[in-house]
């Protein structure tokens, strides 16, 4: 095999090999406390629906929800706990339908996310 084709596919099968490999900034976290508010500013004041926490990291969030989110109005995440951990904005990558009346709501925290909301979802702990 010529030098310069055995180079090309050594690389090829890197590539390949590297295309495996996680490709998150940011490893994923189990829920202890999957429960959220998803949140927005519509109609002259401030609305929220729950939402389910299908995946979570300190970058971004995955959200099962039976309702349709707003598309015109900036979304905001909080959680369904007795003591508010606050807001976060969130910046929407998708919302897509996944079947029997469920849609699943992929987006980044548009600030770093806030260590409090972090320990209450992954550990459960209230502030």
């Known amino acids: 095999m010529h030098k310069r084709s055995r180079l090309n596919h050594l690389q090829a099968r890197t590539f390949k090999f590297m295309r495996t490999v996680e490709k998150r900034v940011a490893p994923r ?25 299908v995946d979570f990291s300190m970058t971004g969030i995955k959200l099962e929800l039976d309702w349709v989110p707003p598309t015109k109005h900036p979304l905001f995440v909080g959680l369904d706990m007795s003591e508010s951990t606050g807001w976060i904005p969130l910046t929407t990558i998708a919302c897509d339908e996944i079947g029997r009346g469920k849609y699943e709501l992929r987006a980044t925290f ?16 209230e502030n």
């Not at 189990?30 to 926490?53: K, T, V, Y």
């Open 29 to 53: 976290y189990e829920c202890e406390h999957p429960w959220a508010l998803l949140g927005w500013n519509g109609d002259g004041s401030f609305q929220s629906r729950p939402a389910l926490i």
């Open 110 to 125: 548009a600030e770093p996310c806030d260590y409090d909301f972090f320990k209450a979802v992954v550990y459960g702990i």
